[in-house]
């Protein structure tokens, strides 16, 4: 396991170009706007949601089938992929940390703007890129990479659909049994706490169907 | 018996595999022959579990098939290999991390006999070049098996007898086997112990190379020679413009010795088998 994800890794060190660009470009946008949440956490969002990336370049480059000639399991195979990700989760973190560093010590020096709310966010969109990478994994691994933007697309789509069609004739917000200040003063206190468990729900579930699609496929 | 195949079944849309039986002993090179889309590449990927079988039995080193026993295989695949960005050294940090046994000492001293430089992307190395590396990683592990599905498609003569000259160095030690897929059947002519040889996903035959040559022969008969030839000793025809090729069992050769006009090779037997026709 430890060799496939060395191998996702060394794509994301073959990247570092890229990387620095988009830092740079964030971070020029950051100080036009005032505000250095996007210098903060686009790179680190970016590393995050990188799983994908290698998925695709596996697929570009046909490697799947050499994949599975090497003594390792298909289980082990689905899993080191999840480590990664969980190993992106540490080193986007730091980096973002690190960024962090950079603006408050050298680019901008005593701004006031960064504080713990910024790192918070950073966490939260970090969590968020979890939960995009755990709603993908299983579908790549189900049809590929190319088919399952359109298999996302599609189950977004017809969900948006189904959620217009009941607000037609439903109006949440109207429901009496729902106390929206309470939602709302519910998701500010323990959003990030939240948002954490269900990621971990998500991955666990994720982890599963992962599995089960991989065990069936062909390459 | 290093690989060992039981009636192995794959059906898809168009195409199956069907009751596939060989096997491959230890020290002997098996060539698997056949026309493109005849079921080898399905065949391998079934045997390395890249592909799940319908039925039948895989066993490898006399086991039953367990990922952990792909530790002593050597795989190239036709169409498959790493990710291209990656570099030599690149390589050899993830398979030694990957394989128990991988040298990376062997490794660097393949790269150095081959001339492939160290840091550049493989996806700019020559075609022979790739391929060559590809061997080199399938050998790097000390693999008791090499499983090869088209190694030495799309390469020169000179590197073609080079690499043909590595597998047999590889089963010299009695106990190594090489499984080797190719639609270039003279690289077989030299090196394969046994040939099996599989068309629309069935087995045609599966014998070894010295029973095949003294077995069969080709024969070319003009269209008068043919009309009146004796129909019992052709075992597949097939029209020409200008003549006809013949396949005749080999003990019949001494009665048809005029009629034969160059050495059988095993692409001529592969070609009436598959192109020609019963009488």
Known sequence: MKGLIIKDLLFIKNTWKNLILIFIGSLLLSIALGNYLLAIVCVPVMLLTSGINTFQTDEFYNSDAYTLS??????????????????????????????????????????????TYMLRELLMLEISGLLVDSIFYPIIYKYGCEKSRFVLMSIIILLLGIG?????????????????????????????????????????????????AYRHKDY | ???????????????SLEDISIKVPKGKIVGLIGENGAGKTTLIKCILDVMHKDSG?????????????????????????MNQTFNVKDIDLIMRNIYKN??????????????????????????GMLKKLEIAVAL??????????????????????????????FVENKENSVLLSTHITSDLEHIADDVIFISKGKII???????????????ELTHDEFAKF??????????????????????????????????????????LYIKGEDV
Request: charge should be positive.
């Open chain 2, 140 to 169: 790097s592990h000390n693999p008791k098996v090499l499983i090869l599905d088209e190694p030495t498609s799309g390469l020169d003569p000179i590197i073609r007898s080079e690499i043909l000259d590595m597998f047999q160095n």
């Open chain 2, 57 to 81: 039995k895989v066993l490898l080193f006399d086991k039953d098939y367990k990922g952990k026993l792909k530790e002593d295989i050597g795989c190239v695949f036709d169409d498959s290999f």
């Open chain 1, 70 to 115: 090497y003594p390792l399991s298909r289980k082990e195979i689905v899993t080191s992929k999840f480590l990664f990700t969980l190993v992106m989760l540490g080193i986007s973190t730091y980096i973002g940390c690190m960024i962090y560093v950079l603006i408050y010590f050298i680019i901008h020096p005593g701004y006031n703007g960064l504080n």
């Open chain 2, 102 to 127: 991988w040298s990376s000492k062997k490794f660097f001293k393949f790269m150095k006999d081959y001339d492939i430089p160290l840091k550049k992307e493989i996806k700019k190395l020559s075609t």
């Open chain 2, 205 to 219: 035959f599966d014998k070894p190379l010295k029973d095949i040559k003294e077995q069969y022969t080709v024969i």
């Open chain 1, 164 to 212: 217009s069609i009941l607000s037609v004739y439903i109006n949440v917000f109207k429901i009496d049994a729902i106390d929206w200040n309470a939602v709302i003063n519910f998701i500010e206190q323990y959003g990030l706490f939240s948002l954490t468990v269900l990621v971990v729900i998500m991955s666990i579930i994720s982890y599963i169907l992962s599995l089960l």
């Open chain 2, 1 to 15: 018996m290093n690989i060992e195949v039981e009636n192995l079944c794959k059906k898809f849309e168009d195409f």
């Open chain 2, 230 to 271: 004796d129909k019992k000793a052709i075992i597949k025809y097939k029209k020409n413009r200008l003549d006809y090729q013949v396949l005749i069992a080999k003990k019949d050769k001494n009665k048809y010795t005029k009629y034969i006009k160059n050495i059988t090779t095993l692409d001529d037997i592969m070609l």
